[in-house]
């Protein structure tokens, strides 16, 4: 009868969230962060989230990561990632709309040899939770300012390159911009970052949300992948109040 089988599907599901699997890392602060990040959600470890990162990050400054949670599309509601032992592990808060596919590439800052995670939160309320390690030499959250070394910087401030990539139906875009991302670890220096962003369509609806924290690199790239090839612009704003924007 066919509430037998509904009955299968929630024992079943249950069951899922009941059990979220071994953690894959070698972590000593995953039930920290579980509860920090994830609160009293169920969570699962989960393969499907797919964590790009290098094994070896050659430039602590900046690491190249990608949160690829394609499997889960039409169903995320919110992607969020940290490194667990950075200073400030937080790295993205990413909200995808019905036209943007739950992938998002950035470069972020790795002080030492760490555990990254990427949370995925369906719209069953489930955690889904991606898991890459990259060893790092260190001091990339301390080190001083390379954009604050380089000859008028000032005047380059918000510039945005900005570049679009046709794949079949859908279009890869890619945006960097002209940042300090200054994360208040560095004597004399406070805190000056881009903190939210927006991707939006010409009639400036809103596709998709960001909130950025501190661990992204100076002069952020970030990738993301939207449905169709219509025009999109990226809104990006930082924590004293200015706002640039990029077409694509």
């Given amino acids: 009868m066919w509430w037998n089988s509904v009955l299968l599907a929630l024992l079943l599901t249950s069951a899922a969230h009941a059990s979220p699997g071994k953690d894959p ?12 990040m994830l609160g009293d959600k169920p ?11 290098p094994p070896f990050a050659e430039d602590s400054r900046q690491v ?3 949160v690829d949670a394609r499997a889960y599309a039409g169903q995320v509601e919110k992607i969020i990632a940290w490194a667990e032992l950075n200073p400030i592990p937080r790295i993205f808060s990413f909200e995808p709309g019905p036209q943007v596919q739950p992938l998002l590439a950035i470069r972020i800052r790795v002080e030492q040899a760490t555990p990254i995670r990427a949370a995925v939160l369906t719209k069953d309320g489930v955690w889904h939770v991606g898991s890459a390690w990259v060893e790092a030499a260190g001091g990339g959250c301390t080190a001083p300012s390379v954009v ?9 401030l918000g510039q945005i390159h900005a570049a679009r990539f046709i794949h079949g139906n859908d279009s ?3 945006l960097r ?4 991302m200054d994360n208040g670890m560095v004597g004399g220096v406070p805190e000056f970052y ?6 939006r369509d010409e009639q400036g609806q809103v596709l998709a949300n960001i909130e950025l924290f501190p661990a992204v690199a100076e002069n952020p790239v970030i990738s993301l992948e939207v449905q169709g ?3 999109a612009r990226l809104w990006l704003r930082d924590n004293s109040g200015n706002e640039f924007e990029g077409e694509f």
């Fill in 177 to 180: 911009v002209d940042h300090p």
């Fill in 43 to 53: 969570f699962v470890f989960d393969d499907k989230v797919v964590l790009q990162a």
């Fill in 25 to 36: 890392m070698p972590s000593v602060m995953w039930q920290f962060y579980q509860q920090k």
């Fill in 229 to 231: 090839h219509d025009q």
């Fill in 172 to 174: 890869r875009l890619r």
């Fill in 64 to 66: 190249p990561i990608q």
């Fill in 148 to 156: 604050r070394a380089q000859e008028g910087w000032e005047e380059r």
């Fill in 194 to 199: 881009l903190d939210q962003a927006q991707l």
